[in-house]
């Protein structure tokens, strides 16, 4: 018996020991020297205290090629799933668990797409492409062993492919485009069933908390309340699923398509109720401390581990010279996506304008096999796209794609409908590499002009120069529509067709803002422009508008001087001034008569007052009671009508057809139509009591105190790697700290448990060393590396770090 627990026990020991050599083994080489055939000259990788690389070579081919080799090395699997989910294979990887996802994302085929443009790309750029992928895949295979993560699912990596980097910008057309589909469904349910009267009110086209870039404020769209309200409001919804915008799952998260981006990581749900993302803002030289201009840019994205982005400093050849480029990366691709050159510094914020139009197809009897669109009868193209699955036989799938785009069916029985989706993602050239030549860019003008060429999914870019010259315009691929406005974000027909888009606009006829007269500029997915080029941008899900005039003012009170600590403090702005409006409401809601015998009021009103900080503060009651009263009028007056367009689409519901609600619910309090109180309540005041009680009790369900519902204990990181979510036993090793963060919506500190600043960088181009950057992840997606989250509790913090790296600590050299 002692020699079989003798025996016992060394068998544990070398199994472990045999897992520990396995997980070392898959860690990156940090130093050391490799002979890589195909360089010109000799490629230094030195990485500083965090990871970081600055990547050094004689020619852009051999940075490329160091670049794939470091992204592989720290993040294949990330870049594989990236990958898999644009291209709808990651049932291969994890079984059928996968298929709704990959047949969603099938349907666009986008890997035949994606291998077309390879196949036409110009001959500079796909030797460069080739060069990146040869570093990815010889990154890969130098490993002591495969990527962790494929261990843990019992596969093999697949060799990287050029195909495979186009799919990964096409995975962020999943991210940041992908709700459009279900915001035009929603929208067109709501004007089915309303007035054109009622739907005027309901989705107005702009709100007092809208701040242009070409005008102080845009006119409130407040059209008049007709006698009644539709059928639908005020009904209570089947099943409170969403439980007053606390934990809605992301799988019905229209605005927000971050559940995406990483395929099967987020699958498990997310609370980033109402949360789009990302800020950006200049400063002119006229009002920086040296006469440059300084960039600012927050992207907002979902949070998972590794994170989205990897930074990196690439020194390239130009002219003779070797020129600095510093930013961040995205794994998959050969260029810094966010960053500065020295002349040029470049952020982006999603643009949220209407790139997609849902047109209903007619079919009929006597024509077998066609369909109709607006331009006549076609036969569409059946394309045979099967789905390997781990585990089991290959799912049959069958694309059907028009002129117009692949065919979906949407509901069911006698209420399906079919639609072509005319995407501006399925147009060649969608996704390009143009963004490269932003490393060359010397002034403020080539920069826009670049931006404007790009193929990436639509982004609002904000870029400033070392001359002190600041300016803004779309950056992607804008749709060219006949007749812009409001009627192309519903649902097409042959008789509305006039609406929708027909090949892509020409990058001299895109909008543009350059040096405004108060010298700032800021962009915070809310509408741009009041004037010429609205309707060319078009609106595709606008944010409120509340964060961008918060940003906006807050980089105003800067100051007629300032510098980078200035511009940056706007980033860690969490005032409350937003929801401090529904606080006021709250307040002027609970006078003596309200709270008179009635213990959870007084407290509520108590905690209101005294557990308030103006700002979204992680020991802050009085927020989270705010906040909760809102979203629980907004179960209250849209709850029946969220049932409804569940039943349509699990991702449509009424924030997806508008996020200008809380303006609509705010005005129907302040107005009060008779005609639109519903029937169970007797007065406003009680149908608001009734809505505050809601959250009241929400907030103290099962035993919990209400002085105990502070915003941190509801605002808590949940930031993991995605196999953390198919093995909970892994959690704690795979995870970030849960750390209450402050923050929130409608404010330029956007933070939620899954949902945030994927970065934080401010820069004066030319004065890099005095730029600041952090991010919420590290550079590795290795668990046993020291980066793997390297810098997270200075993001946390928000403690202004260098952009720049550090000291060497490592290097590695290529040699010819």
Do not use: C
Not at 115 to 140: F, H, I, K
Not at 149 to 162: D, K, T
Not at 167 to 196: C, H, I, S, Y
Not at 657 to 675: K, N
């Amino acid at each position: 018996m002692k020699r079989v627990v003798v025996g016992l026990a060394v068998l544990v020991a070398l199994v472990a020991l045999a897992v520990w050599f396995f997980l070392r083994g898959s860690l990156a080489q940090l130093d050391g020297r490799r002979t890589v055939p195909g360089l010109s000259a000799d490629v230094t990788i030195a990485r500083d205290g965090q990871g970081v690389p600055t990547i050094t070579g004689a020619s852009r081919l051999d940075v490329a090629y160091a670049t794939g080799f470091v992204h592989a090395q720290d993040r294949y699997f990330q870049m594989d799933l990236l990958r898999r989910s644009a291209a709808g294979e990651l049932s291969e990887l994890f079984g059928p668990k996968a298929l709704p996802l990959d047949k969603e994302h099938r349907l666009h085929r986008f890997r035949a797409r994606a291998q077309r443009m390879v196949d036409t790309m110009p001959a500079a750029e796909r030797a460069l492409l080739d060069r990146y992928v040869a570093g990815v895949n010889d990154g890969l295979n130098n490993l002591g062993a495969r990527p962790f993560e494929y261990g843990l699912v019992g596969m093999s990596p697949r060799p990287w492919s050029a195909a495979d980097s186009l799919l990964v910008g096409w995975a962020m057309f999943f991210d940041l485009q992908g709700a459009q589909e279900a915001r035009e469904l929603a929208r067109g349910w709501v004007k089915d069933n309303t007035t054109p009267e009622q739907l005027a009110v309901l989705l107005p086209e702009a709100t007092k908390w809208d701040a242009p870039l070409d005008a102080a404020d845009i006119p409130a769209a407040n059209a008049p309340f007709p006698a009644q309200a539709p059928a639908w409001w005020g009904k209570a919804g089947a099943v409170e699923s969403k439980r007053l915008g606390l934990n809605r799952p992301a799988a019905s998260l229209a605005q927000a398509g971050t559940g995406e981006l990483y395929g099967m990581a987020q699958a498990g749900g997310a609370d980033v109720t109402g949360m789009v993302g990302s800020n950006n803002w200049a400063v002119a030289g006229s009002r920086s401390n040296d006469g440059g201009a300084i960039v600012s840019d927050d992207m907002h994205l979902g949070f998972q581990l590794p994170h989205i982005w990897y930074r990196a400093v690439l020194m390239v050849p130009h002219q003779g010279e070797s020129r600095r480029i510093v930013g961040v990366t995205l794994p998959g691709t050969p260029m810094v996506i966010v960053g500065s050159n020295g002349h040029v510094a470049w952020g982006f914020t999603n643009s949220y304008g209407d790139y997609l139009d849902l047109v209903a197809l007619a079919t009929d009897a006597s024509r077998p096999g066609q369909v109709r669109t607006p331009a006549g009868w076609e036969k569409p193209v059946v394309y045979d796209e099967p789905i390997l699955v781990k585990g089991a036989a290959a799912e049959p799938f069958k694309v059907t794609e028009t002129s117009l785009g692949p065919v979906r069916d949407i509901g069911a029985g006698d209420n399906q409908r079919r639609y072509a989706l005319h995407w501006v993602a399925h147009v060649p050239g969608a996704v390009n590499f143009n963004g490269m030549r932003l490393e060359s860019a010397n002034t403020l003008d080539e920069a826009l002009a670049i931006a404007t060429s790009m193929g990436i999914p639509a982004q609002n870019f904000v870029a400033g120069d070392s001359k002190g010259n600041i300016g803004w315009t779309i950056a992607g691929a804008l749709p060219k529509r006949a007749q812009p406005g409001i009627a192309a974000t519903f649902p097409l027909t042959a008789d509305s067709a006039a609406s929708g888009w027909n090949g892509l606009l020409a990058p001299g006829a895109y909008p543009q803002v350059r040096n405004p007269a108060g010298g700032q500029l800021s962009t915070a997915n809310s509408r741009q422009l009041l004037g010429a080029g609205a309707d060319l941008i078009g609106d595709g899900g606008f944010d409120l508008g509340a964060r961008t005039r918060h940003v906006r003012d807050s980089v105003a009170a800067l100051g007629a001087k300032t510098d980078e600590k200035g511009v940056y403090s706007v980033a860690l702005d969490d005032r409350a001034i937003f929801m401090g409006t529904w606080r006021e409401r709250a307040l002027a809601l609970l006078d003596e008569q309200a709270i008179a015998g009635n213990p959870k009021r007084q407290e509520a009103r108590a905690l209101l007052e005294k557990s308030w900080s103006g700002r979204a503060s992680v020991d802050s009651v009085g927020y989270r009671i705010a906040r909760t009263y809102m979203w629980s009028l907004y179960e209250t007056l849209y709850g029946g009508a969220n049932t409804e367009l569940a039943r349509l689409n699990e991702k449509s519901d009424m924030m997806a057809a508008s996020t200008r609600w809380p303006a609509v619910i705010a005005r129907v309090l302040d107005e009060q139509p008779a005609g639109w109180l519903p029937a169970q309540y007797a007065s406003w005041k009680e149908l608001q009591l009734a809505a505050l009680d809601r959250a009241v009790a929400e907030l103290t369900k099962d035993g919990k105190k209400l002085a105990d519902a502070t915003w941190g204990a509801r605002n808590r990181q949940i930031i993991m790697h995605p196999i953390a979510n198919a093995v909970p036993a892994l959690r704690g090793w795979l995870s970030a700290p849960a750390d209450p963060m402050p923050g929130d919506s409608n404010m330029p500190r956007v933070a939620g448990p899954k949902f945030g600043q994927s970065e934080r960088m401010v820069v004066s181009p030319g004065h890099e060393e005095r730029g600041i950057f952090n991010m919420p992840g590290g550079q590795s997606g290795h668990p046993l590396s020291p980066y793997f989250l390297a810098g997270h509790g200075d993001w946390v913090s928000g403690k202004a770090t260098p952009l720049l790296p550090g000291d060497t600590k490592h290097m590695l050299t290529f040699v010819k």
